[in-house]
């Protein structure tokens, strides 16, 4: 079964940036998106963003959309989220997980989950950014 590992976290101050990366090991990701999720202390898990792992289309929640972007390179089995301008209130542990929509998903209000049938989590980063 596919592992994930989430690396790139990190203490930041506002405004800064950072790098995640996602690495997949004992398996080939073949799902047909991927997304980053976060989860803060307190507060349920919300989605960050997605893209699809053949055509490379990328969607994010209105959060963080214009701030973030999502890339993969399926050659090294692995995702990445640039993170720019990152504020106080992104501060969370990240994950990346096979993602699909959810059924209030709007392009306006983009909204997606992990699938059903992934359970492989792994530990994640965590991001500060502190103000």
């Known amino acids: 079964q596919v592992q994930l590992v989430e690396t790139g976290g990190g203490l930041v101050q506002t405004g800064d940036s950072l790098t995640l990366s996602c690495v997949a090991s004992?398996?080939?990701?073949?799902?047909?998106?991927m997304g980053w999720f976060r989860q803060a202390p307190g507060k349920e898990r919300e989605f960050v963003g997605a893209?699809?792992?053949?055509?490379?289309?990328?969607v994010y929640a209105n959060a963080v959309k214009d701030r973030f972007a999502i890339s993969r390179d399926a050659a090294k089995n692995a995702l990445y989220l640039q993170m720019n301008d990152l504020k106080p209130e992104d501060t969370a542990v990240y994950y990346c997980?096979?993602?699909?929509?959810?059924?209030?998903?709007?392009?306006?209000?983009?909204?997606?989950?992990?699938?059903?049938?992934?359970?492989?989590w792994g530990q994640g980063t965590q991001v500060t950014v502190s103000s």
């Open positions: 997980a096979p993602a699909t929509t959810r059924k209030d998903n709007r392009p306006s209000d983009p909204r997606w989950k992990p699938r059903d049938d992934f359970a492989s």
């Open positions: 004992g398996g080939t990701l073949s799902y047909y998106a």
């Open positions: 893209i699809s792992w053949v055509g490379g289309r990328t």
